[in-house]
């Protein structure tokens, strides 16, 4: 039987794919882990507090509970990674090394580790940016993913460490909230759009990024993981694509539920991030590999999320 570790349990992917992997290899055989142990979802499961730059604390607990496993999903993300690079690349890259020292020491089974569409660059290829192509990242959070997608693809290599990872667009999901991204404007405009209020977007009109629903990046995150291990040709982070949009296009959806809301633009920051990144992604290889196919389009993930959202806020009166 496996025994899971999620390391970052509580970010925006961590708590889903938390409660999937419960669902899935049962509740006592997968230990959440964040740096926050006051959240509310530290009482759901086990749960063990771990900053992942701390190698001998995550050694600590992969002995406790005998893992063969580990999901690491902890990072600084685009936005504020800008605003302390120095962090940004000692969290992501520290973190990186230790759970990929522990996974060759311990000789565990598989580990998760994901990158991001933010390895591509103003010089990549704008459109279907394919998986083998001139990457030049320019924000520290791309620089580190770029970084330590070749580190996987060498512990792999040198090592046999069975490491898989997917480059992740924008992930857009109604039950957890982003922090700290570029394209978490995707997640806050439903939010508002529910609640009654207008949106005031920090990306420019035209402003097309690669994004996805978050139960398709959830499947195919557990398909990769599922996979044999001989059809995992990609060993740096594949290519993967669900649905591209600009918030003009995300606004016209809502309103087909909610033709009352509206948006206003008030671009900062992360409108020069955005642009230095692909529009729309080529995810041919992981198609080919291991068969990845996405599920929702825009307006059928708006129906899906504006009613969950809803339906919540009903229940929390
Ligand atoms: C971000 O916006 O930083 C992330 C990402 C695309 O990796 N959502």
Redesign the pocket.
């Known amino acids: 039987m496996e025994k899971i570790l999620v390391i970052g349990a509580f970010g925006?992917l961590g708590s889903e794919l938390t409660d999937e992997l419960r669902k899935k290899f049962g509740e006592t055989n997968v230990v959440a882990s964040d740096l926050r142990s006051d959240h509310p979802k530290a009482s759901e499961g086990i749960f063990e507090q771990l900053d992942v730059t701390d190698a001998g604390r995550l050694a600590e607990i992969v002995e406790k509970y005998e893992i063969t496993q580990i999901y690491h999903l902890a990072a600084l993300?685009?936005?504020v990674?800008e605003g302390n690079p120095q962090l940004a690349w000692r969290i992501n890259m520290d973190g990186l090394v230790n759970v990929l020292e522990i996974a060759r020491e311990k000789k565990l089974n598989k580990i998760y580790w994901?990158?991001?569409?933010?390895v591509f660059g103003p010089d990549s290829p704008k459109q279907h940016t394919p998986q083998f192509t001139v990457m030049n990242p320019t924000?520290i959070?791309g620089i580190s993913?770029l970084a330590g997608e070749q580190l996987c693809a060498y512990y792999h290599a040198k090592f046999g460490v069975d490491v898989r990872s997917i480059r992740?667009?924008?992930?857009i999901g109604w039950k957890s909230m982003?922090g700290?991204?570029?394209?978490?404007y995707a997640v806050d405009i439903y939010h508002k759009a529910v609640e009654g209020e207008n949106y005031s977007c920090f990306l420019n009109e035209g402003t097309a990024?690669?994004m996805m629903y978050m139960d398709d990046a959830i499947r195919g995150t557990l398909e990769l993981m599922d996979a044999p291990a001989e059809q995992i040709k990609v060993r740096t982070s594949y290519n993967f694509s669900g649905i591209s949009f600009a918030p003009e296009e995300i606004l016209a959806s809502i309103q087909k539920t909610i033709p009352e809301f509206n948006m206003s633009y008030a671009p900062d920051h992360?409108q020069q991030?955005a642009e230095s990144?692909p529009q729309s992604i080529d995810d041919s290889k992981a198609h080919e590999d291991w068969g990845w196919k996405p599920e929702f389009d825009l307006d059928r993930m708006s129906e899906d999320i504006i009613t969950n959202l809803k339906k919540n806020l009903v229940e929390a009166f």
Do not use: F, H, V
């Not at 992740?168 to 992930?171: A, D, E, I």
């Not at 700290?180 to 978490?184: A, E, I, L, N, V």
């Open positions: 925006q993300l685009s936005s990674g994901p990158s991001s569409i933010a924000t959070y993913k992740y667009p924008g992930l982003p700290g991204g570029t394209t978490d990024l690669p992360r991030i990144w």
